[in-house]
């Protein structure tokens, strides 16, 4: 997961979801993949100090898969190519 975000094709915000996303695209022998990052989302999780619940701020990847069509990431109104290409 590492290497594919450094060596990622392209870099696009995703201006639909309410959390804001990042998609990192990225060539893999099966095809071109995606990697979702969340910014700034809000986990609940357990002190371990007190074992009080308290909400923690972090970035963290929600879902990848293997595109066949990039033609949906190529959408002006609802995604902006930060870095990178989609070609």
Do not use: C, H
Request: charged share 30%; net charge positive.
């Amino acid at each position: 997961m590492v290497s594919s975000l450094r060596q990622r094709r392209a870099i696009i915000y995703d201006r639909q979801q309410a959390t804001p996303a990042l998609l990192y695209v990225f060539d893999r022998v099966e095809g071109t993949g995606k990697l979702v990052v969340y910014i700034d989302g809000t986990l609940k999780v357990r002190n371990e100090l007190n074992g009080k619940r308290e909400k923690v701020n972090t970035n963290l990847i929600r879902t990848g898969k293997i595109l066949q069509d990039l033609s949906a990431l190529r959408n002006k109104k609802v995604y902006d190519l930060l870095w990178g290409r989609l070609d």
